[in-house]
């Protein structure tokens, strides 16, 4: 584990997940490209592969709407090689005032770091490089010193007691996910301080009852989470980012008291991620 210290004036840091969401990174998907199968959805669209420049007109929307509501977006360069840069989410996590750099179970993916490492230090962001044993930002989800872990193909359960030991003062929470789901956030997601959605399915039973006791779970069947139904982002105030072709999902959603903004992601998530894949939050208040 490697520390770099700085001081930012982006170092106000994010502390749950629905908080109003004031600064976050992208990248953007003009290299986007199946060449090795690494998830079920790239397996899926593989003989389609990725219309590039519908991805890049998909994307160009999300950030704006992200610009309307007050959001300050920047950029990672992006290099040719790195097909699935777009997925800034998996590359970095923040946890309170903490950067934590994950370490990339995808070889394919490893490459993605450096670029935020040379923002990281342009920006005089303070951050801690994980260099044990794998763990993605899409498996980390926080709600005040809480984190939930998902267990998974891309990180593993001795990464949790890595991390335990940086955050002494929080409670990680080991979720185990079924095999042919990506991430933790292809299946659950906290989208305000007392509501979740939730798959139920990706999870042993005893976890998903946890999880249910804990929130107020809406359920997402299997046709929307294959359409990564809880793979939302919330910019706070009861604001959710949404998939249109999930409408179950969404009429939940209002139904619950959140306004949703829909918006087409359709080809970027032929590559296996959403709203919550394409954006890493470097600040809410």
């Known amino acids: 584990m490697q520390t770099k210290n700085a001081h930012s004036n982006k170092s106000k840091g994010c502390r749950t997940e629905y908080d109003t969401l004031t600064n976050v990174l992208v990248s953007k998907p003009e290299h986007m490209k199946i060449i090795e199968v690494i998830n079920e959805t790239q397996k899926h669209y593989s003989k389609d592969n990725i219309d590039i420049e519908r991805a890049m007109e998909q994307h160009k929307q999300f950030t704006s709407i992200l610009r309307d509501h007050h959001v300050e977006v920047e950029y990672l360069p992006t290099e040719e090689e790195l097909n699935e840069q777009v997925f800034t989410r998996d590359i970095a996590f923040r946890i309170g005032d903490t950067m934590f750099v994950s370490?990339?179970?995808?070889?394919?993916?490893?490459?993605?770091?450096?670029?935020?490492?040379?923002?990281?230090?342009?920006?005089?962001?303070?951050?801690?490089?994980?260099n044990g044993p794998p763990i993605e930002g899409g498996?980390?989800?926080?709600?005040?010193?809480?984190v939930f872990i998902g267990i998974s193909n891309r990180t593993k359960p001795a990464a949790m007691d890595y991390l335990q030991q940086a955050l002494p003062d929080y409670t990680l929470i080991p979720l185990k996910i079924r095999k042919d789901i990506l991430h933790l956030d292809c299946a659950f997601n906290i989208v305000g301080e007392h509501t979740a959605l939730i798959y139920s399915a990706a999870f042993e039973q005893q976890d998903a009852d946890r999880l249910k006791q804990m929130y107020d779970c809406?359920?997402?069947?299997?046709?929307?989470?294959?359409?990564?139904?809880?793979?939302?982002?919330?910019?706070g105030e009861r604001k959710v980012i949404c998939l249109p072709q999930n409408e179950q999902t969404n009429q939940k959603l209002q139904e619950a008291g959140f306004e949703i903004i829909e918006v087409d992601l359709s080809e970027i998530i032929k590559s296996g991620g959403a709203f919550r894949c394409c954006s890493m939050p470097i600040s809410r208040n």
Do not use: C, W
């Open 103 to 130: 370490s990339l179970a995808s070889k394919l993916r490893q490459g993605e770091t450096k670029p935020l490492l040379d923002y990281l230090e342009a920006e005089n962001i303070p951050f801690t490089r994980l």
């Open 139 to 146: 498996d980390v989800i926080v709600d005040k010193d809480t």
């Open 218 to 235: 809406i359920e997402v069947s299997d046709q929307e989470q294959f359409h990564l139904g809880t793979n939302v982002l919330s910019i």
